[in-house]
């Protein structure tokens, strides 16, 4: 498995944060939201590549 990208990470917790109004005291929070959607992308891309027959309603 490839390794998170703190700066994709960064990057999908900073949406997040802006989208929820930019709320102070939960960047915790909104980082491993972030964390957690970046790895279960990478995941979900890898199954594919490993599989192309394999369709994103089977995972």
């Known amino acids: 498995m490839t390794d998170l ?3 994709d990470i ?3 917790a ?3 944060w ?3 109004g930019r709320p102070e005291g939960r960047d915790e929070e909104f980082w491993f ?3 957690e959607q970046v790895l279960g992308e990478r ?3 890898e199954k594919l590549q ?3 027959t ?3 309603n089977s995972l």
């Open 18 to 20: 802006e989208i929820a």
């Open 50 to 52: 490993a599989d192309p």
């Open 33 to 35: 939201k972030a964390e």
């Open 43 to 45: 995941e979900t891309r």
């Open 10 to 12: 960064a990057r999908r």
């Open 5 to 7: 990208s703190q700066e």
């Open 54 to 56: 394999t369709t994103k």
């Open 14 to 16: 900073r949406e997040m």
